[in-house]
Every structure is written in C-alpha cells, then in structure tokens.
C-alpha cells in the first residue's frame, strides 16, 4: 500500500491564484481530512469527510473547499489564493473516525502565496 | 476551550538515556491521545494511540501513558539513540471529528 499520498510537494502561488492540493489513499478509510501547520501552532483541522458524498467543516475552514466523490480522494481547493493561506497543508485518513482510529498522515504539501 | 500543551518546546539529552516528553490537555473529557513523530520536512508519523480507557501503550523503546484526572501523559523513551532526534506532537480527540494538536516538543539527542 502507498499509505496516503500528497500533490504537490511544493507550490508557489501569486496572491488571487486557484489551484486543488490533492490527496489520495488506497487504504479503503472512510474517514479523510485537511490539516494546516503554521510556525508557532498546533495542526489546526480545515475540513474533514467521514465518507464518500459527506464533508464538514473543521477549525479554519474559510477559503477552502473540498468534495469527496470517491472513498480514495479528497482534494482541497483554493479559491483565490490570499498570503495567509502560506503553510503546510497534511492530509490524513482513517478507517472510520477521529473518535477511535489511528490518523495516518500523508507527506504534506507546502505552500507559499506571493 | 480545549487546548493541548508541550513542555518544553525543545530537549537535549546524551545518546542512551531515558527521557520523558510532556504532553497537558485542558479538558479530561477525552476519547483517545495520540503521539506522533515528524521529522524536518516531512509528515507525521503515528507512535501510539491511547484510548480513553487505557493507561498506558507500550511500543518497543516507547511507552505512553495517560492519567485523564490530571490531564496529562507521558511519552517514555528507553535508551535514547541519535535516530530518536526529530520532533514529538501530541494530539487529542476531544469527542468530535477532529484532533487537537499541542506545537510539539523537539528532541536533540547527543552521539
């Protein structure tokens, strides 16, 4: 298994841009979520799905979207990208919930917005 | 508010001593504790998953603990090897869909 995976890497964006961080895992969870980490804070939760058609919002929700079409995806969109959206960005999944399960975390994405 | 502490931020400690890492939350209402491992670029990786009915997890060099009445557990780690230097984070899940992250603590250890 590839565990959970992450695209980009790196991206670098000018302030206004869109573009969709993606996320995939072929463990079959249902559960998968959107991380940002910023120097100086814990891990805060952008949104979470605990299953295919079903997303909510988490902690820091505002200039993100996601959709979960498929048990494997979850990516996250930037509308329009602002420069305090500049962080690292974990996606994360597990078998069913956060309640119970082990998180299994992917490599990240940074991102920088000019 | 439920908030999740680390201290210290860092620590140095010589290649094969015991130490112990700190992790305080604010509210005992947990459902699970989780310790992670993230080195310089890269994600997390997941040590040990306590429930809120266990006191303890134990992993080869590792052993967490949790006492929910004090709001606090530990992160053992026995003889300390110079691959052990990364930086631990402890994260909580206080009943909903999401976990609740401290900064972390960075360990040194010293060859």
């Known amino acids: 298994n590839a565990g959970v995976t992450q695209t980009p890497k790196f991206q670098v964006l000018k302030t206004g841009q869109s573009m969709t961080l993606q996320c995939a895992q072929d463990?079959?969870?249902?559960?998968m979520s959107w991380y940002r980490q910023d120097p100086g804070m814990g891990l805060r939760l952008i949104h979470y799905s605990v299953g295919a058609g079903i997303t909510d919002q988490g902690e820091v929700p505002n200039g993100y979207n996601v959709s979960r079409s498929t048990t494997e995806d979850f990516p996250l969109r930037l509308l329009s990208a602002a420069p305090s959206q500049t962080s690292v960005y974990f996606c994360?999944?597990?078998?069913?919930?956060?309640?119970?399960?082990?998180?299994?975390f992917g490599p990240g994405t940074r991102l920088t917005v000019l | 508010k439920q908030e999740v502490t680390q201290i210290p931020a860092a620590l140095s400690v010589p290649e094969g001593e015991n130490l112990v890492l700190n992790c305080s939350f604010t509210d005992s209402a947990i459902y699970n504790l989780q310790w992670f491992r993230q080195d310089p670029g890269k994600g997390l990786t997941s040590l040990l998953l306590?429930?809120?009915?266990?006191r303890e997890q134990t992993s080869g060099r590792l052993n967490a603990s949790l006492d929910k009445s004090s709001g606090r557990s530990t992160l053992y780690i026995a003889a300390s090897q110079p691959g052990d230097s990364a930086t631990y984070l402890c994260a909580v899940n206080f009943g909903n869909e999401k976990l609740t992250f401290g900064t972390g603590t960075r360990l040194t250890i010293i060859p």
């Open positions: 994360a999944s597990s078998p069913r919930t956060a309640r119970t399960d082990t998180q299994y």
């Open positions: 463990m079959n969870h249902e559960y």
């Open positions: 306590i429930q809120s009915s266990q």
